[in-house]
């Protein structure tokens, strides 16, 4: 038995014994998992699987990348702002990956689409301001 300074042979028991006790409780967790393993309280089979809830076309929340694209779309076709037209090509793009209800926002994205692709064709391949302006 190990002797400590200042202890008595009490004192290098209890240390002992405490020990011993850490020991047994390594033993009786391990034993402990085996039971909860072996004993598990969920059940398998009662599990449900989540499905989401439907929602009419009126419920579902705005889509303001398609409203956004429409309104650059315009923008840029009618002021001829090469921005504008850009940025409708990329909130159609974001649009189209966050489309929720196919039927109803393909429409707007499909004019979306449109007045930005016209936009870019009118800004790009049209006649520029500044040869109007020198005529």
Same mark, same amino acid.
């Given at each position: 038995?190990?002797?400590? $300074?200042?202890?008595?042979?009490?004192? *290098? *028991?209890?240390?002992?014994?405490?020990?011993?006790?850490?020991?047994?409780? /390594?033993?009786?967790?391990?034993?402990?998992?085996? /039971?909860?393993?072996?004993?598990?309280?969920?059940? @398998?089979?009662?599990?449900? $699987?989540?499905?989401? @809830?439907?929602?009419? @076309?009126?419920?579902? @929340?705005?889509?303001?990348?398609?409203?956004?694209?429409?309104?650059?779309?315009?923008?840029?076709?009618?002021?001829?702002? /090469?921005?504008?037209?850009?940025?409708?090509?990329?909130?159609?793009?974001?649009?189209?990956?966050?489309? /929720?209800?196919?039927?109803?926002?393909?429409?707007?994205?499909?004019?979306?689409?449109?007045?930005?692709?016209?936009?870019?064709?009118?800004?790009?391949?049209?006649?520029?301001?500044? *040869?109007?302006?020198?005529?």
């Amino acid at each position: 038995m190990p002797r400590f $300074h200042g202890s008595t042979n009490l004192g *290098a *028991a209890f240390c002992v014994r405490s020990t011993r006790g850490a020991a047994e409780a /390594k033993e009786t967790e391990t034993g402990d998992a085996m /039971k909860e393993a072996t004993s598990d309280p969920r059940q @398998p089979s009662t599990a449900k $699987h989540y499905v989401s @809830p439907t929602l009419s @076309p009126q419920d579902l @929340p705005i889509d303001y990348a398609g409203f956004l694209a429409v309104v650059f779309g315009v923008v840029g076709v009618t002021l001829r702002y /090469k921005l504008c037209s850009w940025l409708a090509i990329i909130f159609c793009a974001q649009s189209l990956a966050n489309m /929720k209800n196919f039927e109803n926002d393909f429409k707007q994205l499909s004019m979306a689409f449109m007045f930005g692709i016209m936009g870019l064709v009118t800004n790009y391949l049209g006649t520029s301001r500044q *040869a109007n302006k020198q005529r």
